[in-house]
T-cell receptor, first 112, second 112 residues
Framework: DAGVIQSPRHEVTEMGQEVTLRCKPI?????LFWYRQTMMRGLELLIYFNNNVPIDDSGMPEDRFSAKMPNASFSTLKIQPSEPRDSAVYFC??????????FGSGTQLSVL | DAKTTQPPSMDCAEGRAANLPCNHSTISGNEYVYWYRQIHSQGPQYIIH???NNETNEMASLIITEDRKSSTLILPHATLRDTAVYYCIVRVRTSTGNQFYFGTGTSLTVIP
């Protein structure tokens, strides 16, 4: 099993541009989580899905952020328009039981 | 609000046991304690979890006090690869369920 796959690994963009982060969960996992990590705030839960349905998006910072899960093997996190304060590492994780989460390697986002 | 308190950093000699403490004085009777670790530039990795009995697996042991207000993660023979940030987590209740919220963790450095 390849584990949770995230792309791109690094993203550098200019303020105001749209950014799309992608995640492929582990096959058979029906929970998918998006986390953001910064030095100031640590790891924050943004949103999570169960069976492709968004369950809790209370961590999504504002309307510029949106997440979708069109099928069991793919999810996106979109930021439009991006701002410098969105610079962070974004992690996707999947799980079968919400106990043992398997994290991807993350996407390092830099908004200039 | 991560609901846990951990020392910000610790050192441990290679080959010795690393004992990482965590206080969770507000834990409720049915809440588990979870431990994850994050090696530099990687996503967090599940280590172990427990309710009130001590737990052991191939990675570590978890000792939970009888009053459940604190716990200790033990890495019996620390290696250089165990250098990481270790997170002690108690789920936080939200309107849509119980979620992991990672605090700032303990940065463990294993010294040769």
């Amino acid at each position: 099993d390849a584990g949770v796959i995230q792309s791109p690994r690094h993203e550098v963009t200019e303020m105001g541009q749209e950014v799309t982060l992608r995640c492929k969960p582990i096959s058979g996992h029906d929970y998918l989580f998006w986390y953001r990590q910064t030095m100031m705030r640590g790891l924050e839960l943004l949103i999570y899905f169960n069976n492709n349905v968004p369950i809790d998006d209370s961590g999504m910072p504002e309307d510029r952020f949106s997440a979708k899960m069109p099928n069991a093997s793919f999810s996106t996190l979109k930021i439009q328009p991006s701002e410098p304060r969105d610079s962070a590492v974004y992690f996707c994780a999947s799980s079968t039981d919400r106990v043992k989460l398997f994290f991807g390697s993350g996407t390092q986002l830099s908004v200039l | 609000d991560a609901k846990t308190t951990q020392p910000p950093s610790m050192d441990c000699a290679e080959g010795r046991a690393a004992n990482l403490p965590c206080n969770h004085s507000t834990i409720s009777g049915n809440e588990y304690v979870y431990w994850y670790r994050q090696i530099h530039s990687q996503g967090p990795q599940y280590i172990i979890h427990g309710l009130k009995n001590n737990e052991t697996n191939e990675m570590a042991s978890l000792i939970i006090t009888e009053d459940r207000k604190s716990s200790t993660l033990i890495l019996p023979h620390a290696t250089l690869r165990d250098t990481a940030v270790y997170y002690c987590i108690v789920r936080v209740r939200t309107s849509t369920g119980n979620q992991f919220y990672f605090g700032t963790g303990t940065s463990l450095t294993v010294i040769p």
